[in-house]
């Protein structure tokens, strides 16, 4: 089956440090999404990537789809403690029945020492 | 935005008992919603698909007798575990789409934690 692969696991930073996760799926996907989880809380959609090659931003955050559409990073500038959380890429595939899947990733922790 | 809630937050039952959890959508209507349970640290994994007003679509591994998904109407959808064991403690998580919406962004409940002793 599918499988979406995000690296790093964990990672602390000091505040004003960059950060970035990285995603990559094993099949090509229609499109990508990311989610924040803050401890304790549930998925926060951030933002959806469909097109190949794709580059968005949302204040310091950049995410960016790779060209064969089977990878993806999300990079954060200057991080601020309002950043912690867990951060999921999940990836949808459409299947040969034309059924949607959402494959989340393992995920990456982000912690940020003021 | 949307929001969708859980009932309940949390539940403890004993082992053998089955637990129903519901998810609604309180200001969409959602023809899709969909289950997922999180460990303790990890990532979210699909349970299953869940479609209103027809069965649900399980992943695989995923015991549709033991997790009994109805989806009633546009607005909710409830799972039922049943016969619980301790190993089926875990956070589980409803997100839905807006029905009107072709985005393929998912709002996501704010999960129920279910402990069988």
């Known amino acids: 089956g599918q499988q979406v692969m995000q690296i790093p696991q964990y990672q602390h930073v000091q505040e004003g440090e960059d950060f970035t996760t990285y995603c990559n799926s094993s099949?090509?996907?229609?499109?990508i999404q990311w989610y924040k989880q803050r401890p304790g809380g549930h998925p926060v959609f951030l933002i959806q990537l469909v097109k190949s090659g794709e580059v968005k931003k949302q204040k310091r955050l950049t995410f960016q789809f790779g060209e064969a559409k089977k990878n993806s990073s999300l990079h954060i500038t200057a991080t601020q403690t309002t950043d912690v959380g867990t951060y999921f890429c999940?990836?949808?595939?459409?299947?040969?029945?034309?059924?949607?899947?959402?494959?989340f990733g393992s995920g990456t922790r982000l912690q940020v020492q003021p | 935005g949307a929001v969708v809630s859980q009932h309940p937050s949390w539940v403890i039952c004993k082992s053998g008992t089955s637990v129903k959890i519901e998810c609604r959508s309180l200001?969409?209507?959602?023809?899709?919603m969909f289950w997922y349970r999180q460990f303790p640290k990890q990532s979210l994994m699909l349970m299953a698909t869940s479609n209103e007003g027809s069965k649900a679509t399980y992943e695989q591994g995923v015991e549709k007798d033991k997790f009994l998904i109805n989806h009633a109407s546009l607005t909710l959808s409830t799972l039922t575990v049943t016969s619980a064991h301790p190993e089926d403690s875990s956070f589980y998580i409803c997100s839905a789409r807006d029905l009107w919406t072709s985005s393929n962004e998912q709002f996501f409940g704010p999960g129920t934690r279910l402990t069988v002793l």
């Open positions: 099949t090509t996907l229609s499109n």
């Open positions: 999940a990836g949808v595939t459409t299947m040969d029945t034309g059924r949607r899947a959402l494959t």
């Open positions: 200001d969409f209507q959602a023809t899709t």
